[in-house]
């Protein structure tokens, strides 16, 4: 089935680390996004592609960056990882013309803890 | 840029109850709102959606309202099951279904059997 899969599903990674989440999508959507869910906050977006020459920042971009490699593939990097960066972690794609009104799909998600 | 607020944080309600959720946005652009529902552990899925053009629409036991007079929608789940237990979320876009969303901080609703 086209999905969106999101890796590593979980890690745990040192203050000042780099680290790179990877989503890849077989859906053949335009649209990808990031979002990071915390206890309370909701979903936040921190980066989003409407194609691969296209990125542009969200709400809370400061500490991420992102490379859209391909059409199927979104990365989100920390360049250098705190403590207040562990969260749950979504990438989303959504069609350009979106015919079925289906929205977004999420990724199944990398929980993120930085120590 | 948009800011939705999302109340109540936390809902309990008895099975077979009704439950209510309300969502209000700022940016009188936005004009497609849907809701999410995510189940411990999963990922978000779209359970409705309702466009600006449209008061209100329903499927089987949820409905959600707009008014657009008061930038605000809701969310309304008729006779509560447990499997409806799950933390929901609204958004809002101003770009439509394909474009970016803000979440609210959601709501953990708890069907109690």
């Known amino acids: 089935d086209a999905d969106v899969t999101q890796t590593p599903r979980n890690r745990i990674t040192k203050t000042g680390k780099r680290i790179m989440l990877e989503c890849s999508q077989t859906?053949?959507?335009?649209?990808m996004y990031w979002y990071r869910q915390d206890p309370g906050l909701g979903l936040r977006l921190i980066y989003y592609?409407?194609?691969?020459?296209?990125?542009n920042k969200g709400e809370i971009s400061d500490g991420y960056s992102v490379s859209r490699q391909a059409q199927a593939k979104f990365s989100l990097s920390l360049e250098s990882a705190i403590p207040n960066q562990t969260a749950l972690y979504f990438c989303?794609?959504?069609?350009?013309?979106?015919?079925?009104?289906?929205?977004?799909?999420f990724g199944s998600g990398t929980r993120l803890t930085v120590v | 840029g948009e800011n939705v607020e999302q109340h109540p944080s936390t809902l309990s309600v008895q099975e077979g109850d009704s439950a209510v959720i309300k969502c209000t946005y700022s940016?009188?652009?936005?004009?497609?709102f849907p809701w999410y529902k995510q189940e411990l552990g999963k990922r978000p899925q779209l359970i409705i959606d309702?466009?600006?053009?449209?008061g209100e629409k329903k499927d089987q036991r949820i409905a959600v309202t707009l008014n657009k007079t008061a930038k605000h929608f809701s969310l309304h789940i008729t006779e509560t099951q447990p499997e409806d237990s799950a933390v929901y979320f609204c958004?809002?876009?101003?770009?439509?279904?394909?474009?970016?969303?803000?979440f609210g901080k959601g709501t953990l609703l708890t069907v109690n059997p």
């Open positions: 989303a794609t959504s069609d350009l013309h979106d015919p079925g009104g289906s929205g977004y799909t």
């Open positions: 859906k053949g959507h335009d649209r």
């Open positions: 592609s409407f194609d691969v020459k296209d990125i």
């Open positions: 940016d009188s652009a936005s004009n497609y």
């Open positions: 309702i466009r600006s053009n449209v």
């Open positions: 958004a809002a876009s101003k770009g439509g279904s394909n474009y970016k969303l803000t």
